[in-house]
Every structure is written in structure tokens, then in C-alpha cells.
């Protein structure tokens, strides 16, 4: 997921390249501790059976708000002696189970829903014999399934057709889909989706262009992924090609904006295999949802899911792509295992991002990149708990959307960093590629990071790092003194206009910010000394036009500074603002801004009660824990 503004994210060929990958993949690493054999998030046996391939066959119904239909998952009885399937589920209506022996028929089978748990859900437990090949489980899902947003026409940008689309991390696949619900299971996927006419269908998989005589759309994820990867979106969806592996999904009124945008996605992919290794999904395209999507962007396999926030026509918001790319590498072929281990993902994927972004777009732009990317890092440490200013907690989190936040992105980013000083670009590029191709299409825990780190840099260069320097970058809550901290002049240069605006010395007219880029804006408003007087702030809005500017970023930073000074004038807009967005980076600075007084709490949850309903049920927890006075979070 990206959650900074940033300017920041033929089968015969398949057969090919999937051999090439399952051959990386079988390569073994010297003395790597094993997997986990469970999941704190999760309710899955996979040490026992273990779901082997998933296929969804479901109807979608936009009146009921509902998915339903059946899942079939083809299972593995690791231990031989093992009866029973545990899966995940989160209020789903279960309706039938049965089993399947090797060319048998279906057999009706015994099933019980646990009671449910408020973050992990129901536990599924299915009694297998022990020569069932298959399960399937019809079902049907619940109009608010956390990880499912039904949208009213009204609510889209064609007006004209409703919108579903899911966001499946970190656990809530188990929303509409039951199966084993942790990045430690990996598996392959197939699908058939039906959907009303007129309707598109769109998976992180590959897809048909045409539904079938029936009106079902198919897919086909032919690599083992983690469930949170599952992904679907149904609307009134165009494709617009822009390049030989990229394109872009929007609806039809976005769509020539949205490939404009992003049509430079095919640069990135060749900067990144330059460096990483070869892309290894097939085709790369991009899905613009409408603004109810609650992150920057979501790095679905084949299929990124991004909000239509970034599309501002300059492409200067580009390096959300940048991100969601990177996750190709980190985080979709090489998989935390746990949410605990979610640096991992995170941590790489920025530090990808920024390298990849400084390759396409310079130097300069790469520093500002990073250092409002510290800025987010500090602001985020201040508002942790201690337990999670760390990249690894000593206990899982209950709730890993809970713990959601900056820290595991630029926190992760800076230990890179530091490696990368201590053992010099070449070598720890080649280490990084090592590490894609070693574990490529496998799940992977800190412990096995560090494993590897020691096997394939620290023993070969010793003395450059030691065991106390790693915990502290791992565990210790503070940040290691030793972390290389990034500077760019073009942002210090706005910082001491500021300084000298905020005097008195320059007046608003002679700010030269015309000419400034997004990212120097950004750093000029989000960190703003409390002292900025409101006629400051007054004259800065006559000149720049600050409020109502079609920039969504800029306009979430402008609107939160006016009410963090208590400029009451800016309610209005803030309401308007916050109805008309519902990017969690986005909404959720207004709502603690306005949060900190009474008067403003209370105006926050009238503004809350006519946004909700627009808002996606993960955004709402979010927003709900601000108005309940926890700091914490995104
Ligand atoms: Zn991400």
C-alpha cells in the first residue's frame, strides 16, 4: 500500500516463464529458520492442511449488496493424520460445505462457524476425510463486509452505473472470501465473475476481454500469491493501453486523463528490472477508482489499484506508481509472512521507490522524495505508541490496520539506507536482487532477512555491522543515531523562505513559489511553525489560491493547516473537502485538526455523520478512532 501524498505508486510464454520462476524459487538459502507454522492474524492450519489453489465462481448483486456463490479450494493434508480445514472467515453467510476425493463426487460436509472475534473474525472448521482433494464452500457475503465498498451510482464519476471494488489487506479477504487468510499460505488463482450488464468485471489476474456466453468474466492468477492479493472491482470500466505491458482501467470519463497520467508506466518497469530482476507477472496495468478509495494506491498483482487523487495532469504525483510497482518485487514476490513482519514489505518497497523515482526523475527530485518521506517518519514516531515506533514489535498488534503507519515505510527505508552506506551501492543492489530471486514467490520473515543478510554481506564483509546496530534499527523505539538522514536543498532553500516570510523580512508577494514543485509546497504547509498568524495564512490564500485548488494533496494540507490555527472560516471547505474525498492520508489530518477542540470535535462528527456512508469501512474505523480521541494510526 502507499500511504504518503507522495509526488510522491500467450499462455505458451507463461508456461515459460513460470518454469523459470519455480526453478528460482526451488533454490535453497543456507541456514534461513524455517516458516512459522501459524499466523497470529489468522485461524488456518496450513501445517496441517494446507489450501493448495483457490477458484471463485460469484454473482455479483449491486440491489442486495452481495457476492455469493461458491469457492473451491483444492487442499493439501500435510499431516497425513489431519481431519480438519480451519479457514478464516468475517461475517459471511455460509450456506453449504462439501468435499471431494480425486475424480469423486461432492459429499456434503460437516462444518462449524466459531463465534465470531471482533478483529479476527469467524473460525471455519470443515471435516475433511482423508482422501478429499476439494473442498467447496457456497456462500454468500454481507452488504458491509469489511473488505467489500458498494458504491451508488452517485458516488462514481460517470454518475450513471454503481462501482464495487475490494481492498483485501490486510485481513479482510475473509470478508468475501472464505480460505486461509495469511500471507504465510501462498496459492494460485482462478475465477468466473458474473456481473449485470453493462457491468465490467476486473481481477489481479489475467483477464478475458469479453464475458462468456453466460455473462461471466474469468480470470486467471497462474502464480501462488498471499490472499490479500485477491482483487476485484466491478463498474463502468474503460482500458486504455499505454505501452507494451501497461495500461490503464478507469471509468470512461477518467480514462484519457488517467492514461496521460501514467503513461510513462513502462519506463519504470525497465528502470526497476535494470536493477531488480525481471518483472515477473506478465502485464502491469493500473485501476483508477473513484475517490472513496481509503489508500494512495493498492499493489494488486498485475492490477494496481490507485485513487484518482494522484491524477492532476502534470504526473508530478507519479512516484505512487513508482511504489506500487516496487511492491512487483517487495511485498507480491517476496511476501511478509506475518503482519508483524510488515517492514519487510514496506520498508523495501520505499526504499524501491525512492531509487526508483531519483533514476527517472533525478537526483533533486528523488531528496525531496525522501526527505518529506522523513518529515512523515518523525510526525508519525511522535503520535506511536511506543511498541510500534520499532520495525518489529516484541507482540503482534491485535489489529493490524490498528498499527497502520508511516514507521515500517520510512523507518524500513532508512535501515536500507544505512545498509547500503556500510556495503556500497553495488554490493547491496546485487544483495537486494539476490534476495528477490532467492525467495521469489515465497513468504518471508525478518528472522529469515537477517539470515540471509548475515549469509550473503555481513560474513563476507565483516566488521562493517554488528548484532547491536541491527537490533537497534529493529527494536529499539528511538532511531539509531547512526541513520543517514536525507537533505534536499531545494527543500531547505523553501524552508528558509519560510523562516524569513514568517519574519517579516519577505513579503507573500515575494515568495517564489510559483515556480515551486508539489513536493515544495508540501513541505511549505504540513510543516508550518505553530506561530503562522491567521492574516498570515490570509494573504498566503489571496495570493496562491490555496483553498478550492484542484490539487487534493495540496488542498488536505492547506485545509488542515488553517484549522490547526483555529481559523474557523475554514469549516466550510473542510466539509465540503471531506465529503468529497476518502483517502485516509487525505481525510484523516482534517478530522484530528479539527479534533483537538471541543467546538471542532463536535462540528467533526456532524461532518462525519453525512460522510460516512462515502467513506470505505476501513476509513471509517480510522476516522472513528480520531473522533474517539486515539491519536494513533495513518
Ligand atoms: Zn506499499
Not at 453467510?93 to 469423486?104: H, N
Not at 506511536?384 to 503507519?405: G, K, M, Y
Not at 509546497?521 to 511553525?529: A, H, I, R, V
Not at 489571496?542 to 488553517?562: E, H, V, Y
Request: net charge neutral; hydrophobic share 40%.
Amino acid at each position: 500500500m502507499a500511504i504518503r501524498f507522495s509526488v510522491l505508486k500467450c499462455a505458451c510464454l507463461r508456461s515459460l516463464q513460470l518454469l523459470g520462476v519455480y526453478m528460482a524459487s526451488s533454490m535453497s538459502v543456507a541456514a534461513e529458520p524455517p516458516l512459522p507454522a501459524t499466523e497470529p492474524h489468522s485461524y488456518a492450519n496450513p501445517q496441517q492442511i494446507r489450501v493448495r489453489e483457490v477458484a471463485l465462481d460469484l454473482a455479483v448483486d449491486f440491489e442486495r449488496k452481495r457476492l455469493s456463490g461458491t469457492v473451491d479450494l483444492a487442499i493439501e493434508h500435510v499431516d497425513p493424520k489431519a481431519r480438519e480445514l480451519l479457514l478464516d472467515t468475517r461475517a459471511l453467510d455460509i450456506e453449504q460445505v462439501q468435499t471431494r476425493a480425486e475424480k469423486g463426487d461432492w459429499k456434503a460436509a460437516e462444518f462449524k462457524l466459531a463465534a465470531p472475534d471482533r478483529v479476527l473474525g469467524s473460525r471455519l472448521g470443515i471435516a475433511v476425510p482423508g482422501d478429499a482433494q476439494s473442498v467447496r464452500v457456497r456462500y454468500s457475503t454481507v452488504p458491509d463486509a469489511s473488505g467489500l465498498q458498494w458504491l451508488t451510482p452517485e458516488q462514481t464519476a460517470g454518475k450513471r452505473q454503481p462501482f464495487l471494488f475490494t481492498q483485501s489487506q490486510a485481513i479482510h479477504a475473509r470478508s468475501w472470501i472464505p480460505l486461509q487468510d495469511t500471507p504465510l499460505v501462498r496459492a494460485p488463482y482462478r475465477a468466473r465473475i458474473k456481473t449485470p450488464k453493462g457491468l465490467r468485471a476486473v481481477m489481479s489476474a489475467e483477464m478475458h476481454d469479453e464475458p462468456d456466453a453466460d455473462g461471466r468474466w474469468r480470470f486467471e492468477m497462474p502464480q501462488p500469491i498471499p490472499s490479500y492479493l485477491i482483487a476485484l472491482a466491478v463498474g463502468d470500466l474503460a482500458f486504455k493501453s499505454t505501452g507494451k505491458r501497461t495500461g490503464v482501467y478507469a471509468e470512461p470519463s477518467m480514462l484519457d486523463r488517467a492514461a496521460h497520467e501514467f503513461a510513462e508506466t513502462e519506463k519504470t518497469i525497465e528502470l526497476a528490472e535494470k536493477t531488480y530482476g525481471p518483472y515477473r507477472w506478465g502485464r502491469y496495468d493500473l485501476l483508477v477508482l473513484p475517490p472513496s478509495f481509503p489508500y494512495g494506491g493498492m499493489e494488486n498483482p498485475r492490477l494496481t489499484f490507485v485513487t484518482p487523487s494522484v491524477i492532476t495532469g502534470d504526473r508530478k504525483l507519479v512516484s505512487l506508481i513508482a511504489h506500487e510497482l516496487a511492491h512487483s518485487w517487495s511485498g507480491n514476490l517476496v511476501t511478509n509472512a506475518t503482519w508483524s513482519d510488515f517492514w519487510l514489505n514496506e520498508g523495501f518497497t520505499t526504499y524501491l521507490t525512492y531509487r526508483l523515482t531519483e533514476a527517472q526523475y533525478g537526483q533533486a527530485f528523488g531528496d525531496m522524495e525522501r526527505v518529506l518521506g522523513y518529515h512523515d517518519l518523525l510526525d508519525s514516531m511522535e503520535r506511536a505508541d511506543v511498541a510500534d515506533r520499532s520495525l518489529i514489535r516484541e507482540t503482534p498488534a491485535a489489529d493490524p490496520d490498528e498499527v497502520f503507519s508511516s514507521i515500517p515505510y520510512e523507518r524500513g527505508e532508512l535501515f536500507l539506507v544505512w545498509l547500503e552506506q556500510r556495503f556500497g551501492r553495488e554490493a547491496f543492489d546485487a544483495f537486494l536482487r539476490g534476495w528477490f530471486d532467492d525467495h521469489a514467490f515465497k513468504s518471508a520473515t525478518t528472522a529469515q532477512f537477517l539470515a540471509y543478510l548475515q549469509d550473503k554481506l555481513l560474513a563476507r564483509q565483516p566488521g562493517k555491522v554488528s548484532t547491536v546496530q541491527l537490533d537497534a534499527w529493529l527494536k529499539v523505539p528511538v532511531l539509531p543515531d547512526s541513520a543517514v538522514l536525507p537533505t534536499s536543498s531545494a527543500l531547505t532553500e523553501v524552508e528558509q523562505q519560510r523562516e524569513r516570510w514568517l519574519s517579516g523580512k519577505l513579503g507573500t508577494a515575494q515568495l517564489p513559489a510559483k515556480n515551486w514543485a508539489v513536493q515544495q509546497w508540501q513541505l511549505f504547509l504540513d510543516s508550518m511553525p505553530e506561530r503562522v498568524t491567521l492574516d498570515q495564512l490570509r494573504q498566503l490564500d489571496a495570493r496562491f489560491k490555496l483553498t478550492g485548488t484542484s490539487n487534493q494533496i495540496l488542498g488536505s494540507s492547506w485545509l488542515r493547516l488553517r484549522l490547526a490555527a483555529g481559523d474557523k472560516s475554514a469549516w466550510p471547505a473542510a466539509e465540503t473537502y471531506l465529503l468529497g474525498a476518502g483517502r485516509m492520508r487525505l481525510i484523516t489530518p482534517l478530522y484530528r485538526a479539527l479534533a483537538k477542540t471541543p467546538e471542532g470535535l463536535a462540528f467533526a462528527k456532524q461532518v462525519y455523520a453525512k460522510a460516512a456512508p462515502g467513506y470505505h469501512p476501513i476509513a471509517r474505523e480510522a476516522v472513528e478512532r480520531i473522533l474517539r480521541g486515539e491519536q494513533a494510526g495513518v
